[in-house]
C-alpha cells in the first residue's frame, strides 16, 4: 500500500460527542488506550517528550503500562513478539533521528512476517521539518519499502483518525506494521479532541478480499478429490487468520499429510500421524521428499520463498497446485497455481469445508493410504536424530529436553543453528513458536519472549538463542530485571556464528572468516549477576536435566548457558540453487541402528530403540 503524508480536514460537529480541549499528545495516547492497548515498548527523547508526558498521567492512572527498553531495537522486536503472542496489535515508540532509525531492523522483521504493529515515532517540530534540525531524519521515507502504510502527522486535529486507520491497516487483510510520525509541536498543540472509536473508519479503495471465489473453492475440491499424493503446505498466513482447527479437518477427511513453512509451525499438531513438520532448507527429509514427488500442493498461507523451494523450477515440479492466500500479489508471484484463491485462509476453508458437507462427499482414506505408507517409509529411512557424543552435549539434546520439560510454553528463538534444530524438535501450538524467518533477524529471541511474557504473564516463555545473537541485545536483561519478566533464555553455545561456520565449512573450503566468537566471549553468569538477572552455566551431560529444572522454576529472569560440542551442524540441508529432494547430511542407513538408540520418549524423556513399539520405561507409544 502507498504511504501518504496526512492532510488536515475539517472537523464535523459529531452529534453526542463532547469536544475535550486536548494536546495532540493526549490525542494519541487516548486514542491508543480505546483500541484496546494495555502495553506500550519504546524509549523516551527530546522530540516525542509532549507524547510521554501524557503517557505519564495514563500510567498513574493505571491505564497503559509503559515498558521501558534499553535500545529501541528491543521495543520494536517486543511489540512484534507480542503481537505474534496474542494476535493484537503491538505498539512501539522511538524518539526522532537515532531513536527512529533503531527501529528499522525491528519494522522490517515484522514487515517480512506480516506481523500487525504500530510505530510511533517523534519528529523534529514542523517548521524544522526539512533543515536538517538536531536529530531529525525522514523515517517517514526511509521506512517506505517496509511498511504496509505510514504517516506524518501534520495537523493534531487528525490524530484520532490517523490510529484509528492504523490499527485497522496493521491488523486486516495481510497485517503488517504501520508507522505514524509525529512532529513534537503537533504533540504540544492544543485543540478540541474529539475521538474516533475503533471500527468507525471507512477507507475508500481499501477493501481486502476475505471470502474465496466460490468457483475457484469448486475447482480446487475437484483438484484435491482426483488426487492420489496431495500435501498441505501451510504457512503463516494459517496462523494469522487462526485457521487451524479448519486445516486439521480438511487434512483428516481427505488423509492428506501436511508440512509447514517455519512461519507455520504450530498451525497443525505436529504429534498428529498426518504431519510430516517442517519443510524446505533445514526441514525433514520427508517433507522434502514428499514436496518433491506430491501430484497436488495445497498452499495454504504461504508463499513460495526460496528457503522453502530451493530450485524453484523444481519445486513440486509434479504437482498441480491450489494456492490460497489473502494477499493478490503472493498468488502466482513465484509459482503459477492451477487454482488461486484470494480471501482470508480461514474464511477459504471454513467455506470449502461447508461445501463439502453441502455435496455430502464422503471421505475416501483408501485413496491416499499408498501415499502414506510411502511418506513413513521415508520417515523410518531418514528420522531427524539426536547425537549423544561421548564428550559434551549435543545441541540437539539440550532443546529435546527443555521441550520435553516444558512442552507448553510459548517458544521465541534467535536465528541460526539452534533456530533451525528447535523448528525441527519443539513440537509447538498455535502462536506458541515466535521467531523472525522472512528477515532471519539475530538478537530477535530475548525481546521478542519479553514482549510475549509481558502480554501473557501467567504462560511459560523460553527464548532459545545463540551465543553470538544473544549478545546482539544482551542490554534487555535490563528490562528484565527492572520489571521482573519471567522470561528464559537457554543459550546454546558453541562459540561460533553456528551457521556462518557450517557455510564455511560446506561451501567456502573451511575457510573460517570472522565467526569464531570465543575470544571475547562473555561470562554469561557474571553477565546476567551484573544486570541482577540468575545465570546458570551447563557444561555436562548430567548436569543439563537439573540445570533446566532449576532455570524453569526460578521465579524471575533465568539464563542457562549451555555449553555444546562446537563442530556440530544442522541437517537436513538443501544447498542453495538444489532441489529439495537433493538434501546434504541425510543419516547413513549403516548407522541408523545407532541413532535409532537416541530416539527421546516424548512422555518421559527416555531413549529408546526405534524398534521398539512402545516406551520400555514407561509404555508410551513411540
Same mark, same amino acid.
Given at each position: 500500500?502507498?504511504?501518504?503524508?496526512?492532510?488536515?480536514?475539517?472537523?464535523?460537529?459529531?452529534?453526542?460527542?463532547?469536544?475535550?480541549?486536548?494536546?495532540?499528545?493526549?490525542?494519541?495516547?487516548?486514542?491508543?488506550?480505546?483500541?484496546? /492497548?494495555?502495553?506500550?515498548?519504546?524509549?523516551?527523547?527530546?522530540?516525542?517528550?509532549?507524547?510521554?508526558?501524557?503517557?505519564?498521567?495514563?500510567?498513574?492512572?493505571? =491505564?497503559?503500562?509503559?515498558?521501558?527498553?534499553?535500545?529501541?531495537?528491543?521495543?520494536?522486536?517486543?511489540?512484534?513478539?507480542?503481537?505474534?503472542?496474542?494476535?493484537?496489535?503491538?505498539?512501539?515508540?522511538?524518539?526522532?533521528?537515532?531513536?527512529?532509525?533503531?527501529?528499522?531492523?525491528?519494522?522490517?522483521?515484522?514487515?517480512?512476517?506480516?506481523?500487525?504493529?504500530?510505530?510511533?515515532?517523534?519528529?523534529?517540530?514542523?517548521?524544522?521539518?526539512?533543515?536538517?534540525?538536531?536529530?531529525?531524519?525522514?523515517?517517514?521515507?526511509?521506512?517506505?519499502?517496509?511498511?504496509?502504510?505510514?504517516?506524518?502527522?501534520?495537523?493534531?486535529?487528525?490524530?484520532?483518525?490517523?490510529?484509528?486507520?492504523?490499527?485497522?491497516?496493521?491488523?486486516?487483510?495481510?497485517?503488517?506494521?504501520?508507522?505514524?510520525?509525529?512532529?513534537?509541536?503537533?504533540?504540544?498543540?492544543?485543540?478540541?479532541?474529539?475521538?474516533?472509536?475503533?471500527?468507525?473508519?471507512?477507507?475508500?479503495?481499501?477493501?481486502?478480499?476475505?471470502?474465496?471465489?466460490?468457483?475457484?473453492?469448486?475447482?480446487?475440491?475437484?483438484?484435491?478429490?482426483?488426487?492420489?499424493?496431495?500435501?498441505?503446505? /501451510?504457512?503463516?498466513?494459517?496462523?494469522?487468520?487462526?485457521?487451524?482447527?479448519?486445516?486439521?479437518?480438511?487434512?483428516?477427511?481427505?488423509?492428506?499429510?501436511?508440512?509447514?513453512?517455519?512461519?507455520?509451525?504450530?498451525?497443525?499438531?505436529?504429534?498428529?500421524?498426518?504431519? /510430516?513438520?517442517?519443510?524446505?532448507?533445514?526441514?525433514?527429509?520427508?517433507?522434502?521428499?514428499?514436496?518433491?514427488?506430491?501430484?497436488? #500442493?495445497?498452499?495454504?498461507?504461504?508463499?513460495?520463498?526460496?528457503?522453502?523451494?530451493?530450485?524453484?523450477?523444481?519445486?513440486?515440479?509434479?504437482?498441480?497446485?491450489?494456492?490460497?492466500?489473502?494477499?493478490?500479489?503472493?498468488?502466482?508471484?513465484?509459482?503459477?497455481?492451477?487454482?488461486? @484463491?484470494?480471501?482470508?485462509?480461514?474464511?477459504?476453508?471454513?467455506?470449502?469445508?461447508?461445501?463439502?458437507?453441502?455435496?455430502?462427499?464422503?471421505?475416501?482414506?483408501?485413496?491416499?493410504?499408498?501415499?502414506?505408507?510411502?511418506?513413513?517409509?521415508?520417515?523410518?529411512?531418514?528420522?531427524?536424530?539426536?547425537?549423544?557424543?561421548?564428550?559434551?552435549?549435543?545441541?540437539?539434546?539440550? @532443546?529435546?529436553?527443555?521441550?520435553?520439560?516444558?512442552?507448553?510454553?510459548?517458544?521465541?528463538?534467535?536465528?541460526?543453528?539452534?533456530?533451525?534444530?528447535?523448528?525441527?524438535?519443539?513440537?509447538?501450538?498455535?502462536?506458541?513458536?515466535?521467531?523472525?524467518?522472512?528477515?532471519?533477524?539475530?538478537?530477535?529471541?530475548?525481546?521478542?519472549?519479553?514482549?510475549?511474557?509481558?502480554?501473557?504473564?501467567?504462560?511459560?516463555?523460553?527464548?532459545?538463542?545463540?551465543?553470538?545473537?544473544?549478545?546482539?541485545?544482551?542490554?534487555?536483561?535490563?528490562?528484565?530485571?527492572?520489571?521482573?519478566?519471567?522470561?528464559?533464555?537457554?543459550? @546454546?553455545?558453541?562459540?561460533?556464528?553456528?551457521?556462518?561456520?557450517?557455510?564455511?565449512?560446506?561451501?567456502?573450503? =573451511?575457510?573460517?572468516?570472522?565467526?569464531?566468537?570465543?575470544?571475547?566471549?562473555?561470562?554469561?553468569? #557474571?553477565?546476567?549477576?551484573?544486570?541482577?538477572?540468575?545465570?546458570?552455566?551447563?557444561?555436562?551431560?548430567?548436569?543439563?536435566?537439573?540445570?533446566?529444572?532449576?532455570?524453569?522454576?526460578?521465579?524471575?529472569?533465568?539464563?542457562?548457558?549451555?555449553?555444546?560440542?562446537?563442530?556440530?551442524?544442522?541437517?537436513?540441508?538443501?544447498?542453495?540453487?538444489?532441489?529439495?529432494?537433493?538434501?546434504?547430511?541425510?543419516?547413513?542407513?549403516?548407522?541408523?541402528?545407532?541413532?535409532?538408540?537416541?530416539?527421546?520418549?516424548?512422555?518421559?524423556?527416555?531413549?529408546?530403540?526405534?524398534?521398539?513399539?512402545?516406551?520400555?520405561?514407561?509404555?508410551?507409544?513411540?
Amino acid at each position: 500500500m502507498l504511504s501518504q503524508k496526512s492532510r488536515s480536514q475539517p472537523k464535523k460537529e459529531l452529534p453526542n460527542v463532547t469536544a475535550k480541549r486536548a494536546t495532540g499528545g493526549y490525542a494519541l495516547i487516548d486514542s491508543l488506550k480505546r483500541h484496546g /492497548v494495555q502495553h506500550i515498548f519504546g524509549y523516551p527523547g527530546g522530540a516525542i517528550l509532549p507524547i510521554y508526558d501524557e503517557l505519564h498521567r495514563f500510567e498513574a492512572a493505571g =491505564e497503559i503500562e509503559h515498558i521501558l527498553v534499553r535500545h529501541e531495537q528491543g521495543a520494536s522486536h517486543a511489540a512484534d513478539g507480542y503481537a505474534r503472542a496474542t494476535g493484537k496489535v503491538g505498539v512501539c515508540f522511538a524518539t526522532s533521528g537515532p531513536g527512529a532509525t533503531n527501529l528499522v531492523t525491528g519494522i522490517a522483521t515484522a514487515h517480512m512476517d506480516s506481523i500487525p504493529m504500530v510505530v510511533v515515532t517523534g519528529q523534529v517540530a514542523r517548521p524544522a521539518i526539512g533543515s536538517d534540525a538536531f536529530q531529525e531524519t525522514d523515517i517517514y521515507g526511509i521506512t517506505l519499502p517496509i511498511v504496509k502504510h505510514s504517516y506524518v502527522v501534520r495537523d493534531p486535529r487528525d490524530m484520532a483518525r490517523i490510529v484509528a486507520e492504523a490499527f485497522h491497516l496493521a491488523s486486516s487483510g495481510r497485517p503488517g506494521p504501520v508507522l505514524i510520525d509525529v512532529p513534537k509541536d503537533v504533540g504540544l498543540e492544543e485543540f478540541d479532541y474529539y475521538p474516533v472509536e475503533p471500527g468507525s473508519i471507512k477507507l475508500p479503495g481499501y477493501r481486502p478480499t476475505v471470502k474465496g471465489n466460490p468457483r475457484q473453492i469448486n475447482q480446487a475440491l475437484e483438484l484435491i478429490r482426483q488426487a492420489k499424493r496431495p500435501l498441505l503446505y /501451510v504457512g503463516g498466513g494459517a496462523i494469522a487468520s487462526g485457521a487451524h482447527a479448519e486445516i486439521t479437518e480438511l487434512a483428516e477427511h481427505f488423509q492428506i499429510p501436511v508440512t509447514t513453512t517455519l512461519m507455520g509451525l504450530g498451525a497443525f499438531d505436529e504429534q498428529h500421524s498426518l504431519s /510430516v513438520g517442517m519443510l524446505g532448507m533445514h526441514g525433514t527429509a520427508y517433507a522434502n521428499f514428499a514436496v518433491s514427488e506430491c501430484d497436488l #500442493l495445497i498452499a495454504v498461507g504461504a508463499r513460495f520463498d526460496d528457503r522453502v523451494t530451493g530450485k524453484l523450477d523444481e519445486f513440486a515440479s509434479r504437482a498441480k497446485t491450489i494456492h490460497i492466500d489473502i494477499d493478490p500479489a503472493e498468488v502466482g508471484k513465484n509459482r503459477a497455481p492451477n487454482v488461486p @484463491i484470494v480471501g482470508d485462509v480461514r474464511q477459504v476453508l471454513v467455506d470449502m469445508l461447508r461445501r463439502l458437507r453441502e455435496t455430502g462427499d464422503a471421505a475416501h482414506p483408501e485413496q491416499t493410504q499408498d501415499w502414506l505408507e510411502r511418506i513413513n517409509r521415508w520417515r523410518d529411512e531418514y528420522p531427524l536424530t539426536v547425537p549423544t557424543p561421548d564428550e559434551g552435549i549435543s545441541p540437539q539434546e539440550a @532443546i529435546v529436553e527443555v521441550g520435553r520439560q516444558a512442552p507448553d510454553a510459548y517458544y521465541t528463538t534467535d536465528v541460526g543453528q539452534h533456530q533451525m534444530w528447535a523448528a525441527q524438535f519443539l513440537k509447538n501450538g498455535p502462536r506458541r513458536w515466535i521467531s523472525s524467518a522472512g528477515l532471519g533477524t539475530m538478537g530477535y529471541g530475548v525481546p521478542a519472549a519479553m514482549g510475549a511474557k509481558v502480554a501473557l504473564r501467567e504462560e511459560e516463555v523460553i527464548c532459545i538463542s545463540g551465543d553470538a545473537s544473544f549478545q546482539m541485545n544482551v542490554q534487555e536483561l535490563g528490562t528484565l530485571a527492572q520489571y521482573g519478566i519471567n522470561v528464559k533464555t537457554l543459550i @546454546i553455545n558453541n562459540g561460533w556464528q553456528g551457521m556462518v561456520r557450517q557455510w564455511q565449512q560446506t561451501f567456502y573450503k =573451511e575457510r573460517y572468516m570472522a565467526s569464531n566468537m570465543e575470544v571475547g566471549m562473555p561470562d554469561i553468569p #557474571l553477565l546476567c549477576q551484573a544486570y541482577g538477572v540468575k545465570g546458570l552455566v551447563v557444561r555436562h551431560r548430567e548436569e543439563l536435566k537439573d540445570a533446566i529444572a532449576e532455570m524453569l522454576a526460578h521465579d524471575g529472569p533465568v539464563v542457562l548457558d549451555v555449553r555444546v560440542t562446537k563442530n556440530e551442524n544442522c541437517y537436513p540441508m538443501v544447498a542453495p540453487g538444489k532441489s529439495n529432494s537433493q538434501m546434504l547430511g541425510l543419516p547413513d542407513r549403516k548407522k541408523l541402528q545407532k541413532a535409532a538408540e537416541l530416539i527421546y520418549c516424548s512422555n518421559c524423556g527416555a531413549k529408546n530403540a526405534a524398534t521398539n513399539s512402545f516406551c520400555p520405561e514407561c509404555g508410551t507409544k513411540l
